[in-house]
């Protein structure tokens, strides 16, 4: 069974910072895109960011700049660097593993991550 362990999410002011973390198996690590998505109440799952094992990354526009994507391979463990949090960044986060030459698509529990204005 795949398991994606996430960690960090809060409570945090405008302008603050986060860091979320997760954590999986190397089997899973090695070879699938880890990702972070977030939903916010009313709206649909939206990427937030990807990187892939050559540490090739995506973010969604809306955090370029703000946000960083970056892996520890001895930990298999990624995490999710939030610089300058706005209270639109408000909404749960889930950590996704993808391997879509095999459709295969695992999910994390989901962190909250609240920004009060």
């Known amino acids: 069974q795949v398991q994606l362990v996430e960690s960090g999410g809060g409570l945090v002011q405008d302008g603050g910072s986060l860091r979320l973390s997760c954590a999986t198996s190397?089997?899973?690590?090695?070879?699938?895109?880890m990702g972070w998505y977030r939903q916010a109440p009313g709206k649909a799952r939206e990427l937030v960011a990807s990187i892939t094992s050559a540490d090739n990354t995506n973010f969604a526009d809306s955090v370029k700049g703000r946000f960083t994507i970056s892996r520890d391979n001895a930990k298999n463990t990624v995490y999710l660097q939030m610089n300058n949090l706005k209270p639109e960044d408000t909404a749960v986060y889930y950590c996704n593993a993808a391997n879509g030459l095999f459709q295969q698509y695992y999910w994390g529990q989901g962190t909250q991550v609240t920004v009060s204005s």
């Open positions: 190397r089997a899973i690590f090695s070879i699938y895109v």
